[in-house]
């Protein structure tokens, strides 16, 4: 059973940096594909950023592309989202989701649909 655990949340102020971690366990880390995805009150759960099972290819949604840097350290398990530059319209609950997969379609990644487990979410607060 795959268990992923988030950390690194909190409040920052805008033009302020995050590192987010999720950290995997109860499966092959080097064989799945992970995505954060992020979910503020009211409104649907998006695409933020994923990466490859080798980490050869990473997707970013426009909205955070040039700011946010998602990496995995297969030794250690972990999936990290390096967060620049945030705005107030980043504070969102943020979620990692894992799905195990040596197909890498850029697009069908984008959507939570297509992960299979997830993280509990780490509170984001961008706020002055």
């Known amino acids: 059973q795959v268990q992923l655990v988030e950390s690194g949340g909190g409040l920052v102020q805008p033009e302020g940096s995050l590192r987010l971690s999720c950290v995997f366990s109860g499966g092959f880390f080097s064989n799945h594909i992970f995505g954060w995805f992020r979910q503020a009150p009211g409104k649907e759960r998006e695409f933020v950023a994923a990466i490859r099972w080798d980490g050869r290819n990473t997707n970013y949604a426009d909205s955070v592309k040039d700011r946010f840097i998602i990496s995995r350290d297969n030794a250690k398990k972990t999936v990290n989202l390096q967060m620049n530059s945030l705005k107030p319209d980043d504070t969102a609950v943020y979620y990692c989701?894992?799905?195990?997969?040596?197909?890498?379609?850029?697009?069908?990644?984008?959507?939570?649909?297509?992960?299979?487990?997830w993280g509990q979410g780490t509170q984001v607060t961008v706020s002055s």
């Open positions: 989701g894992a799905i195990r997969s040596f197909t890498w379609v850029r697009t069908y990644y984008t959507s939570p649909g297509s992960y299979d487990s």
